[in-house]
């Protein structure tokens, strides 16, 4: 019933009775990780490795709360524990959870190794296909990775957020008209933010700069935070010839209180008339 707060008070009424149940301890350590009561959690999964030092529910539940919490070193350190003891029939969710690690570290090379291993074990695992594509997108290796973008379309040709990966990646290899079919196809579905900054991108490396500034403007009243935004958006009033509109988009992101190098160093090439 998703009640982890109660059944954390149970087990620990049990546990009054009988300290020493892994499997209750491993249960109450896996509800504690649900409330994301990060230092409760994992204590417990940490006394049931005291207990039993291979026991395969601690590890992997240790591997799922680092990573819950972004520590993805630590995280990869429990999933290669748990692949080191049992590598030849290890579940194929560890493999994409060491995948997934890599991926978060950037560490993609050596991610790409445990996603193509579960490939070879389950054909259109989409962890693994969104992994791989993912990898060689961080590799800059755009042709592979809309390679696996178009597999996972295949299965699933509705993803938005699949479909707008696919338009980056065609507009990275500036196939622009791929590109914009791609994005549209994912506008066609429903509003989509990703969608929508891809074809101003799109309009923006076709120096369509006005289109562009518009798109882009429309997408900061909604998020204005990303400071990506107000670059390319800058860029666009540069490229337009308009430096005072330009220098005032970076100044109105200055204003919000957040501190920005890359947006810092623009203002400063604008007012310098680099």
Excluded at 4 to 32: C, G, M, P
Excluded at 52 to 66: C, F, Q
Excluded at 222 to 246: F, H, P, V, W
């Amino acid at each position: 019933m998703n009640q982890f707060q109660k059944a954390i008070e149970i087990w620990e009424q049990y546990l009054l009775h009988d300290n020493s149940n892994i499997t209750v301890l491993t249960r109450i350590a896996d509800a504690y990780r649900k409330v994301r009561n990060f230092k409760q959690s994992k204590a417990v999964y940490l006394r049931v490795l005291e207990m039993e030092e291979e026991n395969p529910y601690a590890i992997i539940g240790l591997g799922h709360l680092h990573y819950d919490f972004k520590e993805y070193k630590e995280a990869l350190y429990y999933w290669e524990k748990m692949y080191r003891l049992n590598s030849k029939n290890v579940d194929i969710r560890v493999l994409t959870s060491i995948g997934n690690c890599h991926r978060k570290l950037k560490t993609f090379s050596e991610g790409i190794t445990y996603f193509e291993a579960t490939l070879k074990r389950e054909a259109n695992n989409f962890y693994a296909l969104f992994g791989l594509a993912d990898c060689y997108r961080g590799l800059g290796q755009h042709e592979r990775s809309l390679d696996y973008w178009k597999n996972i379309l295949q299965q699933d040709p509705r993803n938005k957020m699949i479909l707008t990966r696919a338009g980056d990646a065609c507009r990275t290899l500036n196939e622009y008209e791929k590109a914009q079919e791609y994005y549209e196809r994912a506008l066609n579905i429903e509003f989509d933010a990703y969608a929508v900054l891809g074809l101003a991108l799109l309009a923006k490396a076709q120096g369509r700069y006005e289109e562009a500034a518009t798109s882009l403007r429309r997408i900061i009243q909604q998020d204005n935070r990303d400071y990506r935004l107000y670059i390319e958006l800058s860029e666009c009033y540069t490229k337009m010839g308009d430096r005072k509109r330009a220098a005032e988009t970076l100044e109105e992101f200055q204003k919000l209180g957040i501190r920005n190098s890359g947006i810092a160093e623009m203002l400063e090439k604008n007012m310098n008339g680099n």
